[in-house]
């Protein structure tokens, strides 16, 4: 079954079980599928499981920049509504790697490529990415890429 159908399904459990919050959230997240899907030409035949991932990446780190201001400007009922809904979301990505083994993939890929000094990180934040996809949050691959070259 693709992510997008997992979604679908979800959001129907979701709405007929009476949890409204998690519903609306899903419902959330395919209108931005959607709206992805009609963007790149691809409304017919759908995007790929990893295109989704991207979207529901992007979608979390949203949440995540919107608790950051909320926590800012004291508004902690919102921030935490914003938490509620990163948390439903994280879900349908894969498993987050921890910050020692992105480390080591850091490592890695840093002598893979034989560069040094700040100017190589544009470099190697992409080969990391390439490499881990969704599974590592690209602010916490540039703040150790940073420290390692620096």
Same mark, same amino acid.
């Given at each position: 079954?693709?992510?997008?159908?997992?979604?679908?399904?979800?959001? @129907? #459990?979701?709405?007929?079980?009476?949890?409204?919050?998690?519903?609306?959230?899903?419902?959330?997240? @395919? $209108?931005?599928?959607?709206? &992805?899907?009609? $963007?790149?030409?691809?409304?017919?035949?759908?995007? *790929?499981? *990893? &295109?989704?991932?991207?979207?529901?990446?992007? &979608? /979390?780190? @949203?949440?995540?920049? *919107?608790? #950051? +201001? =909320?926590?800012?400007?004291?508004? %902690?009922?919102?921030?935490?509504?914003?938490?509620?809904?990163?948390? +439903?979301? +994280?879900? =349908?990505?894969?498993?987050?790697?921890?910050?020692? %083994?992105?480390?080591?993939?850091?490592? #890695?890929?840093?002598?893979?490529?034989? +560069? *040094?000094?700040?100017?190589?990180?544009?470099?190697?934040?992409?080969?990391?990415?390439?490499? /881990?996809?969704?599974?590592?949050?690209?602010?916490?691959?540039?703040?150790?890429?940073? %420290? @390692?070259?620096?």
């Amino acid at each position: 079954m693709s992510l997008k159908d997992t979604i679908q399904n979800d959001t @129907k #459990a979701a709405l007929l079980s009476g949890n409204r919050f998690v519903g609306d959230t899903l419902r959330n997240l @395919k $209108a931005a599928i959607l709206d &992805e899907e009609v $963007a790149t030409g691809k409304r017919e035949e759908g995007l *790929s499981d *990893s &295109e989704i991932e991207k979207i529901i990446a992007r &979608e /979390v780190k @949203k949440r995540n920049e *919107s608790i #950051a +201001v =909320y926590k800012q400007n004291g508004r %902690e009922d919102l921030a935490d509504n914003e938490r509620k809904e990163a948390e +439903v979301l +994280v879900k =349908y990505l894969p498993e987050q790697l921890s910050e020692d %083994e992105l480390s080591k993939i850091i490592d #890695a890929k840093i002598s893979d490529l034989g +560069v *040094s000094g700040p100017q190589a990180m544009g470099q190697v934040i992409g080969a990391v990415k390439q490499q /881990v996809g969704t599974s590592a949050d690209g602010a916490l691959i540039a703040k150790l890429v940073k %420290e @390692k070259l620096n």
